[in-house]
């Protein structure tokens, strides 16, 4: 297979479980050299559209190609692809040479060029000196460095992960994530990558594909998606936001949105005027002096955490989650405050 040609297409794929739709006419592209993630929560078809990638699950209807070959009727070991699951799948009575080798091995590599070629994908990933150990005596991050090393020394047209780093704790997750995009950019590794985890998806992505219920929601960069979500669902979905209904009024001066008998200028580009949803950024409301702002509140509760103090803040409009990245003092209980935004760190959504 000629691995320069165009990474993966997915030409309108769709899956049925009998009666069940889990994957509806779904189209996407990825690049050679790009690693797009698919994003949502359980059951919105995500790990299928994986599964059908890896030729896991057979296609009721579609086509999948895979450096311009379509691959639809291919048995998953005549695809080109590697997989790392979410359970690493590492063989326990293996050590981890043996683990390494047994893809090459398996597709009758003499044992001197596998274990070559494992030796220096262990290395790679900073997993010299390990090669005799079992699984049972390294670390969560080792192991799936190992299972990495796995798919890698296949050298595959496409490399899919699916959730890689649910197993592991908080801060092990962040610093494997940045493992695996340093790795996926310094080779030019095509990759797809299966999670629910937002702020895992925002990190490693070049793109991003969130689905909902079989279907594409919206796809674009990490910054497209945070910053200019299409609808109240992904606003919601990827990362924090305060959600307020109201009404949008469209005028030559501008747009303004009402909600809970209070107006504000927001930038509202192509919205018709009426039933709206304002998404707010925690971020990017401010806490001001009682009387100034925006709206007029009252703390409700604060929790210090470090780097942030995050508000909740009763106003006309609600509820409204604040974080303030500047004070490092949290105000009192009941303590008045104005809330400020600024007219364009608002998204105004049709509802």
Same mark, same amino acid.
């Given at each position: 297979?000629?691995?320069?040609?165009?990474?993966?297409?997915?030409?309108?794929?769709?899956?049925?479980?009998?009666?069940?739709?889990? =994957?509806?006419?779904?189209?996407? $592209?990825?690049?050679?050299?790009?690693?797009?993630?698919?994003?949502?929560?359980?059951?919105?078809?995500?790990?299928?559209?994986?599964r059908m990638v890896a030729g896991l699950e057979p296609?009721?209807?579609?086509?999948?190609?895979i450096g311009g070959q379509d691959v639809t009727l291919r048995a998953a070991n005549e695809r080109d692809v590697s997989m790392v699951f979410q359970s690493y799948a590492l063989?326990?009575? %293996?050590?981890?040479?043996?683990? =390494?080798?047994?893809?090459?091995?398996? %597709?009758r590599t003499n044992k001197g060029k596998?274990?070559?070629?494992?030796?220096?994908?262990?290395?790679?990933?900073?997993?010299?000196?390990?090669?005799?150990?079992?699984?049972?005596?390294?670390?969560?991050?080792?192991?799936?460095?190992?299972?990495?090393?796995r798919s890698l020394v296949l050298e595959p047209a496409v490399l899919l992960f699916d959730e890689p780093l649910s197993n592991l704790d908080?801060?092990?997750? $962040? $610093? =494997?994530?940045?493992?695996?995009?340093?790795?996926?950019?310094?080779?030019?590794?095509?990759?797809?990558? =299966?999670?629910?985890?937002?702020?895992e998806a925002l990190a490693v992505s070049d793109n991003i594909i969130v689905?909902?219920?079989?279907?594409?929601?919206?796809?674009?960069?990490?910054?497209?998606?945070?910053?200019?979500?299409?609808?109240?669902?992904?606003?919601?979905?990827?990362?924090?936001?305060?959600?307020?209904?109201?009404e949008l009024a469209v005028a030559p001066a501008g747009a303004t949105f009402t909600a809970g008998g209070v107006s504000a200028a927001v930038r509202a580009d192509g919205v018709a005027p009426g039933p709206a949803t304002l998404a707010v950024r925690p971020h990017r409301?401010?806490?001001?002096?009682?009387?100034?702002?925006?709206?007029?509140?009252?703390?409700?509760?604060a929790a210090y955490l470090g780097s942030r103090i995050e508000y909740v803040v009763a106003t006309p409009w609600g509820e409204l989650l604040v974080f303030d990245t500047e004070a490092r003092t949290p105000r009192g209980r009941d303590e008045p405050v104005g809330v400020t935004f600024d007219p364009d760190a608002a998204i105004v959504l049709r509802r």
């Open positions: 297979m000629d691995k320069s040609s165009d990474g993966v297409v997915f030409d309108r794929v769709t899956k049925r479980y009998g009666d069940v739709l889990a =994957v509806d006419d779904v189209s996407f $592209r990825v690049e050679t050299g790009e690693l797009v993630t698919l994003l949502g929560p359980s059951g919105c078809g995500k790990t299928t559209t994986l296609v009721s209807r579609g086509r999948i190609l063989f326990p009575h %293996m050590t981890v040479l043996e683990n =390494v080798c047994y893809g090459p091995l398996s %597709m596998a274990r070559e070629l494992a030796h220096a994908k262990l290395a790679m990933l900073g997993l010299a000196g390990l090669e005799q150990r079992l699984p049972s005596e390294l670390s969560g991050g080792q192991q799936q460095r190992v299972a990495v090393a908080a801060k092990l997750r $962040r $610093r =494997v994530r940045q493992e695996i995009r340093e790795l996926q950019q310094s080779l030019a590794l095509t990759v797809i990558y =299966v999670t629910h985890d937002q702020e689905m909902e219920s079989g279907r594409i929601a919206q796809q674009g960069t990490p910054q497209e998606l945070y910053e200019t979500p299409a609808s109240r669902f992904l606003a919601d979905f990827i990362g924090d936001a305060n959600l307020i209904d109201g409301l401010r806490l001001v002096a009682a009387g100034q702002g925006t709206l007029p509140g009252a703390c409700m509760r």
